[in-house]
């Protein structure tokens, strides 16, 4: 990893949703500080519960990807809703 220049990183499923697991919660809270240190952005995706959201935000993760933040918009409502003008 060390050769390559990331810019981001981004946690999926398997790390959002078995945040209770020690190996899981050791292994996030490594790489999130690990990002933190070389100055890359973190994203979790798949946070669909409030507990998720809290327990991320107090990790340190920069955005949060799921339902439990917003759901889906189709183009149609991605545009009346952002192209207010």
């Known amino acids: ?5 990331f810019d981001l990183v981004q ?3 398997d790390y959002v949703t078995k945040l ?11 790489l999130i500080h690990m990002a933190k240190e070389l100055h890359i952005t973190t994203v ?6 409030e ?4 327990e991320l935000i107090s990790l340190g993760i920069d955005y949060l990807q799921g339902f439990g933040i917003a759901r889906a918009l189709s183009e149609t ?7 207010k003008g």
């Open 51 to 54: 507990k998720q959201k809290e």
């Open 11 to 13: 946690f999926d499923r």
């Open 1 to 5: 990893m060390k050769h390559f220049d």
């Open 44 to 49: 979790a995706k798949w946070v669909d519960k």
């Open 77 to 83: 409502q991605l545009i009346e809703k952002y192209n």
């Open 20 to 30: 209770d697991e020690k190996h899981t919660r050791a292994m996030l809270t490594s």
